[in-house]
C-alpha cells in the first residue's frame, strides 16, 4: 500500500474513532482532536480544566476504542516513585523479582498530577522520555505504543506541586478543557441520567496506530512551513533577532527547539487527519495553541496587564 493510499485510510479510521468517542463525550471536538493528534504523533498531553468536565471518562474512551490496555494512577502526596515504576521483592527461593507497576500499560492516566511531590513526578520524566524505566540498575521497556495523558486542575492551588518546566516541555500539548454550552450540557445530562448503556467498539490495533504513527514521521513538508514552524518558536525569545515587542513586553522564557519539532510532527498529523498529504502553515498554526502555551513563561507585567497566553501567541501568529 502506498504512503498516499495510507492517508486515506487514516482519515476512515480517524472519523469512525470520532463517531465511537462521540457516543460518550458530547461535544468538547477541539479537545478529541487534539488528544488524537498527540496520539499519532507520539506525543504526551496535559489536559487542564475544573473538575467535572469528563477529562478522566475522555482518556477512558479513547482507550478504549483503540482497543490498547490502560491504566489510572491517581496522584496524591504520600504517592511514592516505586507505586508507579514497580519494585522489586524476595520471592521464596530468596531472589529479588521485580514487580511491575500501573506504569506498564499502552495508556497512563496521571490524575492529578500535579497533586504528588516532585520525587514522584520526576519518576515519569524517564518513561516519558525514553520508553523504559530504570530500577535497581536494570533497563525495563514500557509496551509499545505508550502515552501518558495527565490531567490538572487549575483552581485549587492549596497543596500543590506545580510541574517543573523540564516536565512540562516532555508534554507535546496541553489542552484547556472548558465548559459545555448550553446545549451540550443538556445533551449530557439527558444522557447520562438514564440507564442507558453505550457499547464501544475497537477501532484500531496497537499494530495499527504503530503503523500510522511511522507513517506520520514520512510525510513531506514543505521548506516554507519548515522555516513558518522554526520563526514562530524564535519569536518567542527574548534574545533571538526574530524577538517582536510583545516577547521583550510579557514573557520572560521562550520555547526550546522541542516545540518546533512538535509543531511540525503536528502539522503533518493534522493535515493526515484532515486528508492533505502535506502539511500547510495553517495547519501550524491550528496546533501552535496547545504546543506553546505551556513552553512560555509570562512576566508579572503580562498577568497585570491581563495578557493571556493565548492572547500573547495570538499576536504572535
Known sequence: MSDKEAIDQLVFHYKQLKNEIHKVIVGQDDVVDQVLISIFSRGHCLLVGVPGLAKTLLVNTISESLGL??????????????????????????????????????????????????????????????????????????PNPFFVLATQNPI???????????????????????????????????????????????????????????????????????????????????????????????ITWGAGPRASQNLIIGAKCRAALNGKYSPDIEDVKAVAKPILRHRLVRNYRAEAEGYTMDKIIDELL
Open 156 to 250: 485549587e492551588q492549596e497543596g500543590t506541586y506545580p510541574l517543573p518546566e523540564a516536565q512540562l516541555d516532555r508534554f507535546m500539548f496541553n489542552i484547556w478543557v472548558d465548559y459545555p454550552s448550553y446545549i451540550e450540557e443538556l445533551a449530557i445530562v439527558k444522557s447520562t441520567t438514564s440507564d442507558h448503556k453505550v457499547t464501544l467498539n475497537h477501532i484500531l490495533s496497537a499494530e495499527e496506530i504503530i503503523h500510522y504513527q511511522d507513517l506520520i514521521r514520512r510525510i513531506p513538508v514543505s521548506d516554507n512551513v519548515l522555516e513558518y514552524a522554526v520563526k514562530l518558536v524564535g519569536k518567542t525569545r527574548t534574545n533571538s533577532e526574530l524577538t517582536p515587542q510583545i516577547t521583550k513586553d510579557f
Open 69 to 142: 490496555s490502560f491504566n489510572r494512577i491517581q496522584f496524591t502526596p504520600d504517592l511514592m516513585p516505586s507505586d508507579i515504576i514497580g519494585s522489586e521483592i524476595l520471592d521464596e527461593s530468596r531472589n529479588f523479582k521485580f514487580i511491575k507497576g500501573p506504569l506498564f500499560s499502552n495508556i497512563i492516566l496521571a490524575d492529578e498530577i500535579n497533586r504528588t511531590p516532585p520525587k514522584t513526578q520526576s519518576s515519569l520524566l524517564e518513561a516519558m522520555q525514553e520508553k523504559a524505566v530504570t530500577t535497581a540498575g536494570k533497563n525495563y521497556k514500557l
